[in-house]
């Protein structure tokens, strides 16, 4: 009676625990896939995202490989003219398809590029067990690192969310030059941890944390750009504080205001593009940490304008004899030595005294000489002397033969003067006599704050490289308002924006 009584007391709870246990192994025996299938939800490429994505013309080499254990790793490559390729670990969800938008951004920054998709995803086969992935990513590099030729010291590693699982293994193994993490999680243990309490669900089934990205970036000693959307609550924000913290060597980190977890690149790569490339291929980026909010990203698309103006610069004629960017020194000559344009006109006016009576200039120049030269009058109420304007290359060749040095006279050819943009203000024949007068100091002093804004630039100025010559506050020349603006705002001389732009490029 005594035990029936107590057996029914306790049955409901016996089942009970009985029903938990069964759950338990239930979930025991069936952890480790339910981790993987997590980690990579599973998806498989169907045509029509491939045909989708085709017409975004991407132009790849699709590549098939058979791995160490006999399974199929389908991936693309792209070739780009920079010497750094990008090894681009694409996030989970979708299969490489969903990310050409990204790979393509890469391959547009001039980056050779290439992608494998995970066990599972697309058109690549098995499960996306730990050891698999890191199998594919060590496989697909070493075919890849062989065919294209590349360079670990050129390699950049590239990963975006569960990208990470995937690449951290790959870089802890592999050396690299730079990494650029994309919403990061710090590790397994720390994605699931949130959902429970604060405890790791695994540890209930004995499983060890993996991915630990948080303490393997501890070991890295190549500089890191980090980027996380602060409002983002598939990876939350505070994994990345854990990552970036420990990360052990040079780091940015760009915190996107008010943004979750995907497509950061579709929505702010555009205006990260100067960074990105910044980043890879030329110095260290000069912040630590940045929060990118509507101020920010007004100001970078500022930045970005301006380097797209200076690239138009780097892009101009230097070296047509007719261009208005002409590069003349005593090493670079007119292409046609006795070279002389067809646009001149005399150049005496209201506002411009032209002591020799008969000197032309080119018909652009002379334009803006003009609005200069009233406005000029307008300040000083004296009309703007010009000594000497153009010399032809016969002229030169006389002067030349009269003795005149060659740190004042260019040799025949040589001269700026003969691209007849060119004119010397005032009498004087070297920079100290040209300074001393009272007058000419000033008028020299109002050239240079305005010049520019007409087209005109100081070839000759003091503390600046340029070449041998004297310096001479005379010497004005014509290259345009915006290169002349350029060349003002940079503080820089037309040689020092020649040879250490142009010809180091
Ligand atoms: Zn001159």
Request: hydrophobic share 40%.
């Amino acid at each position: 009676m005594v035990y029936n009584y107590v057996t029914m007391k306790y049955k409901k709870t016996i089942i009970f625990f009985l029903f938990l246990s069964i759950i338990y192994w239930f979930f025991f025996f069936q952890a480790e896939k339910i981790q993987t299938l997590s980690t990579f939800p599973w998806m498989q490429a169907n045509i029509q995202d491939v045909v989708w994505y085709e017409e975004k013309n991407l132009d790849f080499e699709e590549i098939n490989i058979i791995s160490n254990s006999w399974e199929n790793i389908n991936g693309l490559y792209l070739s780009g003219t920079k010497n750094e390729t990008v090894y681009y670990f694409h996030w989970n969800g979708w299969p490489l398809p969903y990310f050409y938008s990204e790979i393509k951004y890469i391959h547009d920054l001039w980056y050779s590029v290439f992608a494998f998709d995970y066990p599972w995803y697309g058109k690549s086969t098995w499960m996306p067990e730990i050891e698999k992935v890191w199998e594919f990513s060590k496989d697909f590099f070493e075919y890849i690192k062989k065919e294209k030729n590349i360079q670990n010291e050129h390699l950049i590693i590239w990963w975006y969310s569960v990208g990470t699982a995937v690449a951290v293994d790959f870089a802890s193994k592999n050396d690299f030059l730079k990494i650029v993490l994309v919403s990061p999680f710090a590790s397994r243990y720390d994605m699931w941890k949130r959902w429970f309490f604060n405890i790791p669900p695994q540890k209930l089934f004995f499983m060890e944390n993996s991915y630990i990205t948080s303490e393997v970036v501890k070991n890295f000693s190549k500089p890191a750009l980090i980027i996380h959307g602060n409002n983002d609550f598939i990876v939350p924000f505070s994994q990345w504080k854990q990552v970036f913290e420990n990360y052990a060597w040079e780091k940015s980190f760009i915190e996107i205001d008010d943004y979750g977890h995907n497509w950061i690149i579709d929505n702010y790569g555009g205006i990260l593009k100067n960074i990105f490339t910044q980043f890879i291929s030329d110095n260290p980026l000069d912040f630590q940490y940045m929060i990118l909010n509507q101020e920010k990203i007004q100001l970078l698309q500022q930045e970005n304008q301006k380097k797209e103006q200076e690239l138009s610069f780097f892009s101009q004629d230097f070296l047509t004899d007719n261009s208005v960017t002409k590069y003349v020194s005593p090493e670079n000559s007119f292409q046609k030595i006795d070279y002389e344009p067809d646009d001149l006109v005399k150049i005496s006016s209201e506002y411009l005294q032209d002591v020799k009576g008969n000197q032309t200039l080119r018909q652009g120049a002379k334009t803006y000489l003009d609005i200069l030269a009233k406005d000029f009058h307008k300040t000083f109420w004296v009309p703007l002397k010009v000594i000497s304007a153009y010399r032809s290359y016969v002229y030169q060749v006389g002067i030349k033969s009269w003795g005149c040095s060659d740190i004042f006279c260019a040799k025949a050819g040589y001269s700026e003067h003969q691209t007849w943009l060119a004119f010397d203000m005032f009498e004087a024949s070297t920079e100290s006599e040209f300074l001393q007068k009272e007058d000419l100091r000033k008028y020299f002093s109002w050239m240079q704050q305005n010049a520019y804004r007409y087209g005109f630039n100081n070839s000759y100025q003091k503390w600046k490289q340029i070449d041998w010559y004297a310096v001479e506050p005379w010497h004005w020349r014509y290259v345009g308002i915006d290169f002349a603006t350029y060349l003002w705002e940079k503080n820089i001389s037309f040689w020092e924006f020649y040879n250490n732009y142009i010809l180091k490029k």
